[in-house]
């Protein structure tokens, strides 16, 4: 049960500037001694009165403490208390000022900064200058104190103090108190559903304009953060917003809708449907070639525009490389290589080279890899400076591997730090002559736009990548939408080589694509390279798995457990989901044996394999990078990941950016491959089974790949291919471009 004591500040120990988290040693009238209080409090200084909300602990290295809840700030008591007070908080105030003040005024000095500062003026030392510099720290310290508990009132976990003080200053209160919703809009982390519940208890009413409008552009966040939609229909939207908002609220939600387009937050537009959205896909009342109303976020609407307009400039941009010159190039590049390149390879070299815009585009076992090499040796033998890039970090270590040259992230080419975006830009153009893009299809709307923004006129784009895998996780669907508006030229790879032909990998890759059920490999182990092993129940499923990756793949193939096997699932949750498998596999393979660090589901442990989840450009680790923890440091909270040979700090604070890899999911998994991988399928994740996600999962194996599961969750998945369709123009912008520059 929660307590409640009085305490005065006698020391700060520990403060966290950017979440207010602060560690401290008080003075109780109910404790004996020295009392330590943890919690988000803001920045306490010594001598400062408080009365706290908690609960008693005992902490396994530093004894008992205080967990603080809520609190509420009061005045010190004690004229000591105030001193102490005065010197810590004040700007310009030392002890002996301090103690001036309180000697001419008592413990009232602090009634006296609230309400008549100029009475200070009294005491010397204290001039126009220093009063003005003392009144400012003390409103300083009073506002943010304020702004503390005002968000524990209304339940907003106080962590975001420092930010919302930033933004708003001493207004904080008062703008949030006229429209809490702007901070799901202007704060990371605080959504819509935190946000709602403080307006609610503000006294908004459930139908107010302002709940609307933010329902609405909440709706269209989940939409693009989740489906990866561009825009979503009129009437799907104003559904969805209903579910949420109650739908008591339908009637209104046109006008909100309106006042949006208004104020330019959406864009409102009249679409027709392209035919790649079929009837079972995300809206399955709608019907290819109808026109509908498409609601947009209005950034999306700008980018969906801005990368069809920037496409055609560049593809209209002349820069030619001659016939003659490819047929000179092309047998030089083969003999240094020691390659022979089949008719359709050289044509797909030769498009490359050749042509301002191309996409090359293919399944496994159809020389991408091969391709891509010939195109970066040929335009090097052609004089061109190619720079070659990928979507994360594993792909561009891949691609550099592959081809011998360096290969960046997209983000670390065009120069992006967090708070000035990218270096290279429309008035700081990237130098270079080509640039080739692998693993294109996890290329989003967003990024896509901000590559075409840094690319000169004069340089070749090359996109490479295989349209039958997922989609990006960001909004739109680059690759697929380009390919299907057909104004590009494209380099279809359909034929799969004799060497991969004997891969059953690469061959149940080509059979799932087409919607047929995979089939065995007809080798024994070691050969074998590919097993289907038929499980209904998903307890005998997460059981088979654990054995497959802890004992029959090191036992048969010889492969580490730990570095070189791989489980993808389809979702998180559930008993064979990443959190689930990821906690079993780590147990078995890395059992607790020392300190431990936790955080939410995930736990940390020394040798644990780790995957970041979002780029960090200070620590020059990025999304999708796998490391290794080295160390652990239980005093300063902070642990030690090895990536590549890098050596990287983590804060206990920063842990979010972090995830046990021991069993992860197929989207985290693009544009990475491991020796082998084992792939649970049960109808629970009916949800999620889609071909492209059960595709994307086999051909992210090299040597080995298991499916452990349900045939009939195989069935399901095999059969949908339209759950994963996204609502985007961009094929039809860029048709339209392509074929009518005016219609733009």
């Known amino acids: 049960m929660p307590e409640t004591l009085a305490a005065e500040v006698h020391s700060l120990v520990f403060h966290n500037p950017e979440n207010g988290y602060v560690i401290a040693r008080v003075k109780s009238p109910s404790e004996p001694g020295y009392l330590t209080i943890v919690g988000c409090l803001g920045e306490l200084v010594p001598g400062e009165a408080l009365t706290l909300t908690g609960t008693f602990a005992n902490h396994p290295k530093y004894g008992r403490q205080f967990a603080v809840t809520g609190f509420a700030r009061s005045y010190p ?32 000095v602090l009634e006296h900064l609230d ?57 904080a209160i008062a703008r949030i108190s006229a429209n ?103 809206d399955a009342e709608s019907i290819p070639g109808e026109k509908i109303q498409a609601v947009y976020l209005m950034h999306f609407y700008k980018w969906e525009r801005e990368a069809a307009q920037r496409l055609l400039a560049l593809a209209a941009h002349p820069s030619p490389v001659s016939a003659e010159k490819m047929a000179k190039a092309l047998p030089e590049v083969e003999r240094t290589l020691g390659l022979g390149l089949s008719q359709e390879q050289r044509e797909a070299v030769a498009g490359a080279c050749q042509n301002k815009v191309f996409i090359i585009t293919g399944g496994p076992g159809t020389g991408k890899t091969t391709i891509t090499k010939a195109v970066v040796r040929t335009l090097s033998q052609l004089g061109l400076k190619p720079r070659l890039a990928a979507p994360t970090g594993r792909a561009a270590k891949r691609l550099a591997e592959a081809t011998g040259f360096t290969a960046l992230t997209i983000h670390r080419l065009l120069g992006f730090s967090p708070d000035d975006g990218f270096d290279h830009n429309e008035g700081k153009k990237l130098k270079a002559d080509a640039l080739l893009i692998d693993e294109a299809s996890m290329l989003d709307l967003q990024l896509f736009t901000a590559v075409l923004r840094a690319l000169p006129l004069t340089c070749r784009l090359i996109l490479v990548g295989d349209v039958n895998q997922l989609p990006s996780v960001g909004p739109g669907n680059v690759l697929g939408d380009l390919i299907t508006s057909g104004s590009l030229p494209c380099a279809v790879l359909t034929h799969i080589f004799r060497q991969a032909q004997e891969s059953s990998i690469v061959v149940n890759a080509h059979r799932i694509n087409q919607g047929q059920f995979p089939i065995a490999s007809p080798y024994e182990p070691p050969k074998a390279d590919f097993f289907f092993i038929a499980q209904d129940d998903p307890e005998k499923v997460r059981d088979l798995v654990l054995e497959t990756v802890c004992e029959r793949i090191p036992q048969r193939y010889g492969l580490n457990p ?7 699932a389809p979702m998180h949750k559930g008993e064979v989901g990443t959190q689930r498998l990821g906690g079993l596999i780590q147990d078995r393979l890395n059992p607790r044996s020392g ?27 990025f999304n999708g990078d796998l490391g290794w923890i080295m160390e652990m440091s239980v005093e300063d909270n902070a642990l030690s990941v090895e990536f590549d040979g890098n050596l990287v700090v983590f804060e206990a604070t920063e842990l979010d950016d972090l995830s046990p890899a021991y069993a992860i999911s197929v989207h985290k998994s693009q544009g990475s491959e491991y020796p082998a991988v084992v792939l649970p399928l049960v109808t629970q994740h009916f949800i999620m089974l889609q071909r492209n996600l059960i595709y994307t999962a086999l051909t992210r194996a090299r040597r080995l790949a298991v499916i452990i599961g349900s045939p009939k969750a195989m069935n399901i998945g095999l059969r949908a291919t339209g759950a994963g369709k996204r609502f985007s123009w961009l094929s039809e912008r860029v048709r339209a471009a392509f074929d009518e520059p005016r219609l733009m």
């Open 180 to 282: 809490p919703y702007d901070l799901a809009y202007e704060i990371r982390g605080v959504g819509f559903k935190r946000a709602d519940d403080m307006a609610l208890k503000l006294g908004f009413a459930p139908d107010s304009l302002e709940r609307l409008e933010a329902g609405l552009l909440f709706s269209l966040f989940t939409e693009s953060e989740r489906a990866g939609h561009v825009f979503v229909p009129r009437g799907v939207l104003l559904d969805k917003a209903a579910a949420i908002l109650g739908p008591e609220t339908a009637g209104r939600l046109d006008d909100a809708l309106a006042l949006l387009d208004e104020k330019k937050r959406v864009r409102l537009a009249q679409v027709r449907l392209p035919d790649t959205v079929s009837g079972d896909g995300p």
């Open 77 to 108: 008591a004690t004229e000591n208390g105030v001193i102490r007070f005065l010197a810590s908080a004040l700007k310009g105030v030392g002890p002996k000022m301090a103690e001036k003040l309180v000697d001419r005024f008592g413990i009232e």
């Open 115 to 171: 309400n008549e500062p100029e009475k200070l003026l009294a005491v010397k030392g204290v001039s126009k200058k220093k009063l003005k510099e003392m009144v400012q720290s003390w409103a300083g310290q009073r506002e943010i104190k304020n702004l503390i508990v005002f968000l524990h009132e209304h339940a907003v976990p106080t962590t975001y103090a420092t930010r919302i003080f930033r933004l708003y200053g001493a207004e």
């Open 562 to 568: 730990m570095r070189d096997v791989q489980v993808l």
């Open 595 to 621: 300190p431990e660090m936790v955080r939410g589901h995930a736990r940390f442990r020394v040798g644990d394999r780790v995957l970041m989840l979002r780029n960090n450009y200070e620590k020059e680790v």
